[in-house]
């Protein structure tokens, strides 16, 4: 699953955190955000399993507060995130935008879109 943790300076955003943890390591690699970073702001997409992880989550760190937020739109916002950090090369810069696939699990630039999506919402 998609891990990210970002922070706004200025009015950009900057990448403090991005991965694709199994969710055997979740547990550990949060607990481990949770004390170098301290995120003040915890989103959780109501994607695909999200049902079951939210209250999961919410027994493994009680003391955070989880918002469920939508993912809509966020799979094409993550495959344009994706390109832009890793751009096509060989014959697949050749593919049109909307043929390319990242060749490796991107949920981490889900997570990312999830955060850009919802950073104007309180």
Do not use: N
Request: hydrophobic letters at 45%; one cysteine or more.
């Amino acid at each position: 699953m998609g891990v990210a943790l970002a922070e706004r300076v200025g009015s950009e955003w900057q990448v403090l955190y991005r991965a694709v943890v199994a969710l055997e390591q979740l547990q550990a690699t949060l607990q481990r955000l949770f004390v170098d970073y301290a995120p003040d702001r915890l989103l959780v997409g109501m994607g695909t399993g999200a049902r079951s992880l939210l209250p999961q989550l919410r027994a493994w760190f009680p003391h955070a507060v989880w918002e469920a937020v939508t993912e809509r739109d966020t799979t094409l916002r993550a495959r344009e995130l994706y390109f832009q950090h890793c751009p096509p090369r060989g014959w697949r810069r050749l593919l049109p935008k909307g043929m390319r696939i990242p060749p490796e699990p991107y949920d981490d630039f889900a997570a990312l879109a999830i955060i850009l999506q919802h950073a104007e919402v309180p």
